[in-house]
T-cell receptor
Framework: QQQVKQSPQSLIVQKGGIPIINCAYE??????FPWYQQFPGKGPALLIA?????SEKKEGRFTISFNKSAKQFSLHIMDSQPGDSATYFC???????????FGKGTRLSVIA | NAGVTQTPKFRVLKTGQSMTLLCAQD?????MYWYRQDPGMGLRLIHY???????AKGEVPDGYNVSRLKKQNFLLGLESAAPSQTSVYFC??????????FGSGTRLTVV
């Protein structure tokens, strides 16, 4: 059972564009929503995270938008660069010791 | 400070063989996890541990066993490898519910 649905599966944008990756969830007990970035041959690394009491969070060129009523959250990458080409995973965490559940990932390619 | 170290990095097994994947962390983290990554499937949790001596099943535990005898190590065992276990395996650790640090992965092929 997929608890976090991520789309699109892949995305190609021009340098300077603003790719948007979307995730949706059903479990209202989730209380922490991180995004991970993974480069080929490497493990995922935490990029940015948000809690449901905040509607938006920015860190550099990366922004999470969170819509609690719609149970959706998205990652925006401003002024995207070829170095941003990677696979991005959204994830969600429920209270207690239950580990992170991940979306299926989005492969982003930023072309010059 | 090495973070999370996984050994081996690559391995080819024949169907029915057994092996153990080792995960070691030097950050004194309480929590450790094993995920597998398959194309189009994302990261799926196999087993996890919330402290030394504890283990729990994740989403896809069948065919795997784990042990956490020492706080810094989390071992993943395959007793009788099957082609369906061909995957990239990632170990992660965290000090609490948050702040996962992942290793660089083990690419396993079962033929």
């Amino acid at each position: 059972q997929q608890q976090v649905k991520q789309s699109p599966q892949s995305l190609i944008v021009q340098k300077g564009g603003i790719p948007i990756i979307n995730c949706a969830y059903e479990n209202t007990a989730f209380d922490y929503f991180p995004w991970y970035q993974q480069f080929p041959g490497k493990g995922p690394a935490l990029l940015i995270a948000i809690r449901p009491d905040v509607s938006e969070k920015k860190e550099g060129r990366f922004t999470i938008s969170f819509n609690k009523s719609a149970k959706q959250f998205s990652l925006h990458i401003m002024d995207s660069q070829p170095g941003d080409s990677a696979t991005y995973f959204c994830a969600a965490l429920v209270s207690g010791n239950t580990p992170l559940v991940f979306g299926k990932g989005t492969r982003l390619s930023v072309i010059a | 400070n090495a973070g999370v170290t996984q050994t081996p990095k690559f391995r080819v097994l024949k169907t029915g063989q057994s092996m153990t994947l080792l995960c070691a962390q030097d950050m004194n983290h309480e929590y450790m996890y094993w995920y597998r990554q398959d194309p189009g499937m994302g990261l799926r949790l196999i087993h996890y541990s919330v402290g030394e001596g504890t283990t729990a099943k994740g989403e896809v535990p069948d065919g795997y066993n784990v042990s956490r005898l020492k706080k810094q190590n989390f071992l993943l065992g395959l007793e009788s490898a099957a082609p369906s276990q061909t995957s990239v395996y990632f170990c992660a650790s965290s000090p609490s519910r948050y702040g996962y640090t992942f290793g660089s992965g083990t690419r396993l092929t079962v033929v």
